[in-house]
C-alpha cells in the first residue's frame, strides 16, 4: 500500500469536478471511478447496468421505500451501498484511483491514502459551462444545475454525518472559475506529490 494514491473529489455541477478528476487519474496513471465503477458493479453483479445508471447518486425516496428490521427495499440505497463497498474493497486492497463524490470522503475518512477535495465555482461560469457541453438556454442551464446540485446535496447528507461541500469535510475546497480545471488539477497533483513524500 505504500505510495497508493486515493483522490475523492465531490464537486457542484458545472464546476469542471468530473474533468479535473479525469484528468487526475491520467496523470497518475490510475483507474477513474465514475461511470467505470457502474459497469464494474453491474458485470460482478449480472445486474443492468441501465438499472444502476437510474439510481445513481440518487436520495433515498422516502414515500416509497421502507427499511424493516435493518433492510431497505429503496434501490437508491441498495445502488449506493453497492458502490460503497465497492470504494471500500478497492482502498483496502491497496489499490490506487480518482472517485468522483459517492461520498468517498466520508467513507474512506482516516485511510491514509486519502486525499479529499470539493471543486465549486461561480454560478456565471458554470453555467455557461452547462450551455455549452448541453447546448442549452442560460434559463434551462440555471434550472439544471440548482436541481443537479440539489439531488447531490441531498444524496450526500442522507448518507454521511458532514455536510455536502461543507469546507471542514475535505482537504481541499477550490473554486475552479478562479483557477480553471487545469490549476484545479495542478493544486490537488501537488498536495498528494507532497502527502507521497511524507
Request: net charge neutral.
Amino acid at each position: 500500500m505504500e505510495n497508493q494514491i486515493i483522490i475523492a473529489l465531490g464537486r457542484e455541477f458545472g464546476s469542471g469536478g468530473h474533468e479535473a478528476g479525469q484528468r487526475l487519474a491520467d496523470r497518475f496513471g490510475i483507474k477513474f471511478l465514475d461511470h467505470y465503477l457502474l459497469q464494474t458493479i453491474a458485470d460482478e453483479k449480472s445486474i443492468d447496468i441501465d438499472l444502476l445508471k437510474k439510481y445513481d447518486e440518487k436520495p433515498k425516496n422516502r414515500i416509497f421505500s421502507r427499511t424493516v428490521s435493518g433492510y431497505s427495499n429503496a434501490l437508491e440505497e441498495h445502488v449506493a451501498n453497492f458502490q460503497f463497498e465497492y470504494i471500500r474493497k478497492m482502498a483496502d486492497e491497496g489499490e490506487s484511483f480518482v472517485v468522483i463524490g459517492r461520498c468517498a470522503e466520508h467513507i474512506l475518512r482516516g485511510n491514509p491514502a486519502l486525499i479529499s477535495g470539493f471543486v465549486l465555482g461561480n454560478k456565471d461560469e458554470k453555467c455557461k459551462r452547462i450551455m455549452d457541453k448541453y447546448d442549452l438556454s442560460h434559463d434551462e442551464a440555471l434550472r439544471l444545475m440548482k436541481r443537479k446540485d440539489a439531488t447531490r446535496k441531498s444524496y450526500h447528507n442522507y448518507y454521511c454525518s458532514g455536510k455536502w461541500g461543507d469546507s471542514r469535510n475535505y482537504d481541499l475546497c477550490i473554486n475552479s472559475s478562479n483557477f480553471g480545471v487545469d490549476g484545479v488539477v495542478d493544486i490537488i497533483e501537488l498536495l498528494v506529490i507532497k502527502r507521497i513524500k511524507q
